[in-house]
């Protein structure tokens, strides 16, 4: 067996992909990513700030985004510790792998998560895709694998194979009203998606 | 041709004399003439001799470079597809321990004592704890494991804190322990081969087998007089065969197209192929086609092709990564390969490797000192393969799957890689949990063994089948389909039809309490029901469920009546939600849609599938999801290509919050219910689960799931004959056993409680909120809203 390149699946996920882009997801994920972000940091006062403005998206673009957030999610988790391991504040933190209490296997399924997320940005949703399946057998409260598996469904015009991953990624998602607003956009965006190629109305 | 135009005259044979014997004399002229005679014969026949002899080497010319064409030119041999299992993920929270050891040992991991240099080897570290690791390489569908060199850092419990690369110090999130070959799906011809270009094979391994094989390989053109001759040579002093002189071309054409007959036909007809073969091919496709072609030992019954299968077999490792001493072992191996096989004969095959050394120290190829060390090396053979695993169940499964969409002759010589969601760990464990708890019940229970007292027939076996997979992705990772494969290949996972008893009433109870319940009580997980005989019309008939024990518990909750299995509370429940409810319920989350809407299904009185029970079950595991059960997660083609991928898909059937509440009830059923014998059977981690028992005591049932992990385990006999034992007696302990095991070592993790549930410390049996006299207190969920506001009235004020 070779890797030569991408299969004809990862064709389509990239070339579908650009039908899907449209400003209102754009905003939506954007904005998600920077609730999402506050959430994970847990500090209101980020939120005052106003919200850049929503990048033209380019597949995977508006994931890296999200990538971020699933950092300081990472940071928080590890106890101070990046997702490549480095360390961001206290040095003696690094020695810490998880923060008390925090489920091991939860940890180890969002770091996975990372690295689908590089993927993506790589451009290889195949190999996120297995990586993110991967994310939630071994921890099925990953709401953040759930919804990039979502995400590579709809750029892969399969948008009744992302709406459960997208409504599941949402019910697991932090309870932060902003973010939550945004992840319906996603799920709005996805449902429109599927009406469409359903050829029935929402 | 006409004789008497052209011939001498020679007079009829029956010319002679009654009585005359002897020769005529020559008279001098006739001498002359017979001489002249022949010389014209001669002259005559020889063109007509030499066109025929001309025509005949052109039609074998011929028809040897069409068999060439058509059978060396294009795809030279039927690959035949493999079956792999899932690969082991590694990740921190995993334990590292003995029985990781054991899993990198099954897979061929070898231990070392120094840092891992080579693929395929390990070491374990005390202080600090650690274990390093040298990955092999692996094409996985969608990325190639270079094989890489990690380090687990461990905790002092041994689990993994973080995994590092030892090369560069970075974290390591995406390690993995390769997958493992279940089987080849091979056709008549039972080979193993990997297909390799000449550019893979190391030069010295090339140096290697010229030198030992046909050291004038690139001088001659297919046959070689001067090697024929000297074997031959040898021979005759040998008096007996000894050399066959073959050129590797030779040997090629042998292999390829001929048999291993020692006649002089063959062996004539092996030197034409072989000197077409070099006139239509070049010396390169030759020899990668001989280093892919040549025979190199016994798999169990698969013959093993080609030095990078042989590599892999008896060294664990690529044939660029071989040593000089390994090269000189394979290139030793062609003469015999299972003589001087590593395996079999180690001490020949080392012998015949320092010959072969000797050989290339002779031929200038190594030098004294690279002979001494390469003489120095051990044999670094690894153990064989073992036999091939049992999950004879699970490939069945796969092959029925892929036959649906393949034909025979692709599966067998296109060379697809079959990846699948087996884990061959789990896979032994449950077959060994299936096993001994077969014996174990057949030693405690005489009466399993005894005759058949029904009838005059002999009882047949006891059964079980155990299907076992990840609720979050569908993945099956273990199946046993009955006791022995070998005797029986009924997969009765699939195929076994047998009523679920008590397995079925988790479903009254959903559609009961459940956000969408529609029955004219407003039934929650406290609300009380009577445990009294009753009698249920149901189209001009009556029905009268009975309790197993035959005794009745008065007022129960509704946690309590699925904790205790009580039939007859169940059937009340059922009634009220109306028994079409139910029905419809049960086909949602995954029942066959033949089943009936009458009330014996309340209490388990249709029948299903283990595979059906897995199935809903997984619903209530993964936050009222359903996933598709997968074996095969991805078929690749020889090229790389992904001819199918079975990405995971999730469907919702329930609410969340309602798929919560059933897995709250059931937890009730593990901490004081008829499967309270779990934790006294070691089994402590946070599990959900149900036995059954049918009314006539044939089958015996235990569906039960842990956040990761979801299994489901019948026990009966294939006819209806008298089990006797009970779900909690018969299939929970190897449920248990199974699940011991398939957990060990991975972290402990909780069913996530959903949006829209709350949790409240209750007393079961008083329905209030638990105080401090409350002998059984259990933390039940409740959706929002619906939890107990009042103490429990039984121990409390």
């Not at chain 2, 529609?518 to 001009?540: K, L, N, Q």
């Not at chain 2, 006797?724 to 402990?748: D, H, N, V, Y």
Request: hydrophobic fraction near 40%; proline fraction near 7%; charge should be neutral.
């Amino acid at each position: 067996m070779h890797v030569t390149g991408n299969s004809p699946h990862d064709n389509r996920l990239q070339g579908v992909a650009r039908r899907h882009r449209s400003a209102a997801r754009a905003s939506s994920l954007a904005a998600s990513c920077v609730a999402l972000c506050i959430a994970a940091a847990g500090c209101g006062a980020p939120a005052q700030r106003p919200l850049p403005e929503p990048p033209v998206l380019e597949a995977p673009g508006p994931l890296p985004r999200t990538g971020l957030a699933l950092d300081a999610v990472l940071a928080r988790l590890s106890g101070g510790a990046s997702a490549d391991g480095a360390v961001i504040g206290d040095p003696a933190a690094s020695a810490r792998p998880a923060a008390a209490g925090v489920d091991a296997a939860s940890l180890a399924s969002l770091r996975i998560t990372r690295s689908a997320v590089e993927h993506l940005e790589q451009r290889e949703p195949q190999r996120a895709l297995d990586l993110l399946e991967r994310a939630i057998a071994i921890d099925g409260g990953n709401g953040f694998a759930y919804l990039y598996i979502g995400y590579i469904h709809l750029e892969d015009g399969r948008p009744d194979r992302a709406l459960p991953f997208i409504e599941r990624g949402a019910m697991l998602m932090p309870d932060e009203p902003a973010l939550q607003k945004e992840v319906r956009a996603l799920r709005l965006a996805a449902k429109m998606e599927d009406a469409s190629v359903s050829g029935s109305r929402p | 041709m006409s004789e008497e135009s052209t011939g001498p005259e020679f007079p009829p044979s029956d010319d002679r004399l009654p009585g005359q014997t002897g020769r005529r004399r020559r008279e001098p002229g006739r001498l002359r003439r017979g001489l002249r005679g022949a010389l014209t014969l001669g002259l005559v026949l020889t063109p007509p001799l030499m066109a025929a002899a001309a025509l005949a080497g052109w039609f074998l010319y011929q028809e040897i470079d069409r068999t060439l064409e058509v059978h060396f030119a294009g795809q030279r041999w039927d690959f035949p597809s493999k079956v792999w299992s899932d690969s082991y993920a590694l990740y921190p929270g995993l334990t590292a321990g003995e029985r990781f050891v054991q899993r990198l040992e099954r897979l061929g991991y070898r231990r070392v004592v120094d840092e891992p240099r080579g693929h395929g080897e390990f070491r374990t570290l005390r202080l600090p704890p650690a274990l390093e690791l040298h990955l092999r390489p692996f094409e996985y569908p969608t990325h190639r494991e270079p094989g890489r060199r990690i380090r687990l850092e461990l905790d002092s419990d041994r689990r993994i804190e973080r995994i590092r690369s030892l090369d560069d110090g970075s974290e390591v999130h995406d390690a993995a322990l390769e997958p493992i070959l279940l089987a080849g799906l091979h056709g008549d011809l039972r080979e193993d081969r990997r297909e390799m270009t000449l550019d893979e094979v190391p030069v010295p391994l090339v140096r290697a087998v010229i030198a030992v094989e046909d050291r004038r390989f690139f001088q001659h053109g297919g046959f070689d007089p001067r090697g024929f001759a000297r074997a031959m040579l040898a021979n005759l002093k040998a008096m007996g065969v000894r050399q066959g002189g073959s050129t590797l071309t030779q040997q090629l054409m042998k292999n390829f197209f001929l048999t291993e007959d020692r006649t002089v036909a063959r062996k004539l007809r092996e030197a034409a192929m072989a000197v077409v073969a070099e006139q239509r091919f070049d010396k390169r496709e030759i020899l990668e086609a001989y280093m892919n072609e040549i025979y190199l030992g016994q798999r169990h019954s698969v013959g093993v092709h080609g030095m990078w299968e042989a590599a892999q077999y008896y060294f664990g490792r690529e044939p660029r990564e071989l040593s000089l001493g390994q090269i000189a072992t394979l290139a030793g191996m062609i003469r015999a390969p299972n003589y001087y096989s590593p395996h079999k004969n180690p001490e020949r095959a080392l012998e015949r490797r320092n010959v072969v050394l000797e050989v290339l120290r002779t031929t200038g190829e190594i030098d004294e000192r690279t002979l001494a060390a390469a003489r120095a090396e051990p044999l670094g053979v690894i153990p064989p393969a073992p036999p091939p695993p049992g999950a004879s169940y699970f490939i069945d499964v796969v092959r029925s799957e892929l036959a649906e969409r393949y034909s025979a002759e692709v599966l067998t010589s296109q060379g697809y890689e079959i990846f699948t969601t087996l884990d061959l760990e789990l896979q032994r464990a449950a077959e060994r949990a299936v096993a001994q708890g077969l014996e174990r019940l057949e030693r405690d229970y005489a009466s399993l063994t005894a005759g058949d007292g029904d009838s005059d027939r002999p009882r047949p076996r006891l059964e079980a089948a155990l299907i076992s997979l990840n609720p979050r992705t569908g993945e099956i990772v273990s199946m046993v389909g009955g006791r022995s494969y070998r005797e029986s290949q009924y997969n009765r996972v699939l195929e076994a039809r047998r009523q679920p008893g008590s397995v079925f009433k988790p479903i009254v109870f959903l559609a009961a309490i459940g956000s969408e319940r529609t029955g004219a009580v407003h039934y929650g997980p406290m609300t009380f029901v009577e445990d009294e005989p009753f009698e249920w019309e149901y189209d001009g008939r009556v029905w009268a469920p009975q309790n197993y024990e035959r005794e009745f518990y008065g007022r129960v909750t509704i946690a309590d009546a699925l904790a205790m299995s009580l039939n007859v509370a169940t059937a009340r429940v059922a009634r009220d939600v109306g028994i079409g409810a139910v029905r419809d319920m049960a086909v949602r989350l995954g029942v066959d849609e033949q089943l009936p809407a009458y009330p014996a299904i309340a209490l388990g009185g249709w029948e299903v599938s283990p595979l059906e029970v897995a199935r809903v079950y997984s619903v209530f595991a993964n936050a009222g999801l359903a996933t598709e059960a997968i074996a095969v997660s991805k078929v690749v083609d020889r090229s790389g290509w992904t001819v199918e991928g079975h990405p995971v898909e999730i469907h919702r059937r329930i609410p969340a919050s309602d798929a919560f509440l059933v897995t709250s009830l059931l937890e009730g059923v593990v901490a004081r219910g008829t499967a309270r014998k779990l934790r006294a059977l070691g089994f402590q981690r946070p599990a959900a689960g149900k036995t059954g028992t049918t009314n006539d005591n044939n089958d015996a049932w235990f569906a039960g799931y842990t956040p990761e992990l979801l299994t489901v385990v019948w026990v009966g006999f294939d006819r209806d004959a008298h089990l006797g034992l009970t779900g909690s007696s018969a299939a929970l302990p190897i449920w248990a056993q199974f699940m011991r095991e398939a957990l060990a070592g991975r972290p402990e993790s909780r069913f996530t409680v959903p949006r829209g549930v709350v949790l409240a410390d209750v007393d079961p049996a008083s329905g209030g909120l638990a105080v401090a006299g409350c002998r059984h207190v259990a933390r039940q969920a409740f959706l929002e809203g619906e939890a107990p506001e009042h103490n429990c009235d039984l121990h409390g004020p």
